[in-house]
């Protein structure tokens, strides 16, 4: 009898807590929903949407997308070059800021950076290079070089060595530090203990990190050619200006097709990975 | 001991085989683009000449102006993220293999968003900007289109790989279609539902301030408009408002995705 004493005001105060942190957690979440629908109906409201240019607008695109039927192939000899150069520019663009980034990453680490400012600087630069979108890049670039293909790879290099950065030294981080201690331990000197302790660890994560780049990156590359920084997205460019559907039709297709099949191959490879 | 070295050797084979097709690709690459070390050493000087004398300081004196266009870029983005969560939310129920009501809806559903998320977000508002003509309607609905298609695909999946013991447990008491959906396919979808959506806002914050470039309104017309007139301290005032506003969000999404998950 005594025991059912005992167990009866447990079982009290458990379900106590249990109500305690409940609501709290339903309010914020309440909250964060309410909040939301107000901010969408303000959004809303502030971009003054023209739903009547919205309709007619519609109207407009079902007939668009009638005339683009059937696609025009003929121009195939233009588009498929862009589209190589596009891979080009995507694949040399990741190369390059892998490459660096193997060397920053290990800087930005704060496990393994020499000290504190320089992580910090590194992942400063870091930052600023990610946030500032590759097509902005490209712009930048294009007044610094010019147009054609080379802005284009400086520009996905660069945005790409920006987040390759973070999350490479993310992985660096995340490991076990108990392998750096045993090898700094041991006498092993900074390139002694990356070559042996830290790569073969990270060199996974590395890896699928490395294709999620170029999966995006090869994205990016097909609209950099909309401000000239070579590439398909030219060729889409110049055939929606001159309203040449058909040709736009059949660029878009390219475009998509290049994509889907990164992505069909992308997942092979994560399951491989 | 044998099989050990010999595979060993295989593996040190694979890895040199790879090594070796990563460097064929890049070398093709970088004839493929006329790539040259000469030309960007030759161009840095250019590059941090045009970003030292004429991109720094940043125009403050722009920032009223600007304002209005980044308001505008976190408006589309948004609205984007809202509307493409409520569509997707409806169309991952007919793409997940477990509530599709006909494995053929499923293959269209699927179909369909994956030729939505596969043409970038800029492609689509150079195609809708001819039908719409320039403004924000163009940035939202490009925006729309793909948060519509990014959303579905990874409900979906999300759908898919929910616990289905719950669901026959659920289904053994009696309960009806709608009971199921509520008390056990949403509790298990929510913090995925809500994880996917956040991530989605940051994505669309990110498009949304390059959009304007194509004419679908933002921030991205006037850093557009910049260059074109030489108004780079402009230029440079909106880029650092850029950086603000993905900042803050990332900020505002990981506090948010902290405490609901």
């Not at chain 1, 609209?223 to 200006?241: C, D, F, N, P, S």
């Not at chain 2, 309104?217 to 007139?229: P, R, V």
Request: aromatic fraction near 10%; include cysteine.
């Amino acid at each position: 009898m005594s025991r059912d004493g005992n167990v009866y005001p447990l079982n009290a105060q458990e379900s106590d807590n249990e109500i305690a942190i409940k609501p709290k957690k339903d309010l914020f979440t309440r909250g964060v929903f309410a909040f939301g629908a107000v901010f969408f109906l303000f959004c809303l409201y502030q971009l003054n949407i023209d739903y009547s240019n919205l309709l007619a607008g519609t109207v407009d695109f079902i007939t668009m997308l009638g005339e683009m039927f059937p696609p025009d192939v003929s121009e195939w000899k233009y588009v498929i070059p862009a589209a190589i150069e596009s891979l080009q520019v995507a694949i040399l663009g990741t190369v390059i800021a892998v490459v660096i980034s193997l060397v920053l990453a290990f800087l930005a680490a704060e496990n393994l950076a020499p000290n504190n400012l320089v992580a910090s600087i590194v992942k400063g630069f870091a930052t600023l290079m990610r946030v500032i979108p590759t097509i902005i890049w490209a712009l930048i670039f294009i007044v610094a070089v010019g147009l054609g293909p080379l802005p284009g790879v400086l520009a996905i290099a660069v945005h790409s060595l920006g987040m390759l950065i973070k999350v490479f030294a993310q992985s660096v981080e995340e490991m076990d530090d108990g392998k750096i201690e045993a090898l700094r331990a041991s006498g092993a000197n900074w390139i002694q203990i990356i070559a042996q302790g830290v790569i073969p660890t990270v060199v996974t994560a590395l890896l699928s990190w490395t294709i999620l780049r170029l999966e995006i990156d090869i994205g990016e590359s097909t609209i950099l050619g909309l401000v000239g920084a070579g590439g398909i997205g030219w060729e889409l460019t110049r055939a929606m200006r001159s309203y040449d559907f058909n040709a736009a039709f059949f660029i878009a297709m390219v475009i998509f097709v290049m994509i889907f099949s990164v992505e069909m191959l992308s997942n092979r490879l994560k399951l491989k990975v | 001991m044998n099989m050990i070295q010999e595979l060993k050797k295989r593996k040190r084979l694979q890895i040199l085989l790879l090594f070796f097709f990563v460097t064929g690709l890049t070398i093709w690459s970088a004839i493929g683009t006329n790539f040259s070390f000469y030309e960007v050493f030759s161009g840095f000087g250019l590059i941090s000449n045009f970003v030292f004398l004429d991109l720094l300081p940043p125009d403050i004196a722009a920032s009223g102006t600007l304002l209005e266009a980044i308001l505008e870029t976190l408006y589309m983005g948004f609205v984007g993220m809202v509307v493409g969560a409520l569509i997707a939310l409806v169309l991952s129920f007919l793409a997940a293999s477990t509530t599709t009501p006909h494995p053929v809806v499923q293959v269209i559903v699927r179909a369909f968003t994956s030729i939505m998320r596969n043409i970038p977000g800029l492609i689509w508002a150079l195609i809708l900007v001819a039908s719409y003509g320039i403004g924000v309607t163009v940035g939202t609905l490009s925006l729309i289109l793909g948060s519509v298609g990014f959303l579905t695909r990874v409900f979906a999946d999300t759908l898919e790989e929910i616990d289905t013991g719950k669901i026959e447990a659920l289904h053994a008491t009696g309960s009806s279609y709608f009971q199921i959906l509520a008390q056990g396919v949403f509790p298990q979808f929510f913090p995925g539902f809500i994880a996917w959506s956040l991530y989605n806002l940051e994505l669309n914050i990110r498009a949304s301030t390059i959009i304007g470039m194509v004419g679908g309104g933002g921030i991205g017309f006037a850093i557009q408009k910049g260059i074109k007139l030489f108004q780079y301290k402009e230029v440079s005032m909106a880029i650092v408002l850029v950086l603000i506003l993905i900042l803050s969000t990332e900020f505002l999404t990981s506090k948010i995705r902290e405490r609901i998950i």
